[in-house]
T-cell receptor
Framework: RKEVEQDPGPFNVPEGATVAFNCTYSNSASQSFFWYRQDCRKEPKLLMS???SGNEDGRFTAQLNRASQYISLLIRDSKLSDSATYLC????????????FGSGTKLNVKP | DTAVSQTPKYLVTQMGNDKSIKCEQNLGHDTMYWYKQDSKKFLKIMFSYNNKELIINETVPNRFSPKSPDKAHLNLHINSLELGDSAVYFC???????????????FGNGTRLTVT
């Protein structure tokens, strides 16, 4: 079983739509959680960290559910520029230096 | 600009050759990484160094040898290149000091290696 699992998509949505991605992780001792964004042929870039109480950054909201071991990302009012692959990343308490990446969820926002 | 920078951006070479990729960060981070992203886009850790000390060494062929001359640099040397080594290699760094459990990775812009 993979440490981090994501639906690969693609999610095809119109501009202005609200879209949500989930990600599940297998290790209950996981410590830190992040969403990264990767554009085609580019490096992953941090979108946002995910905090236990949930957090929001503009149109983006991240939630953590430790009991069910999943994190989510909600994008409101989708823009064409949101088209990218979104990577779920988990860092474990037992190995602070090790990050586990999901395989990514592809989002296509259409005009 | 503060960043993680790696060179070269593209590397095309023949099987059997030896090549190196260089990485430097000026973010003041003490931990650096090499990741490999294959054709299926899955990012897999290869190595990690903290203050020049190797702390993660995943199941990677010993043709791959990382070297960290100081905490701001982490290079990757690959001997006897094989077709299956073709991938994008990303360098990354993070700060490990203090209460930095939530400190994220910062990536370089990648080296696209093609072995022919």
């Amino acid at each position: 079983r993979k440490e981090v699992e994501q639906d690969p998509g693609p999610f095809n949505v119109p501009e202005g739509a609200t879209v949500a991605f989930n990600c599940t992780y297998s290790n209950s001792a996981s410590q830190s959680f992040f969403w990264y964004r990767q554009d085609c042929r580019k490096e992953p870039k941090l979108l946002m960290s995910v905090y236990s109480s949930g957090n929001e950054d503009g149109r983006f909201t991240a939630q953590l559910n430790r009991a069910s071991q999943y994190i989510s990302l909600l994008i409101r009012d989708s823009k064409l520029s949101d088209s990218a692959t979104y990577l779920c990343v988990v860092n474990e308490r037992s190995n602070f230096n090790k990050f586990y990446f999901g395989s990514g969820t592809k989002l296509n926002v259409k005009p | 600009d503060t960043a993680v920078s790696q060179t070269p951006k593209y590397l095309v070479t023949q099987m059997g050759n030896d090549k190196s990729i260089k990485c430097e960060q000026n973010l003041g981070h003490d931990t650096m990484y090499w990741y490999k992203q294959d054709s299926k886009k899955f990012l897999k850790i290869m190595f990690s160094y903290n203050n020049k000390e190797l702390i993660i060494n995943e199941t990677v062929p010993n043709r791959f040898s990382p070297k960290s001359p100081d905490k701001a640099h982490l290079n990757l040397h690959i001997n006897s290149l094989e077709l299956g080594d073709s991938a994008v290699y990303f360098c990354a760094s993070r700060s490990r000091t203090g209460s930095s459990y939530n400190s994220p990775l910062h990536f370089g812009n990648g080296t696209r290696l093609t072995v022919t």
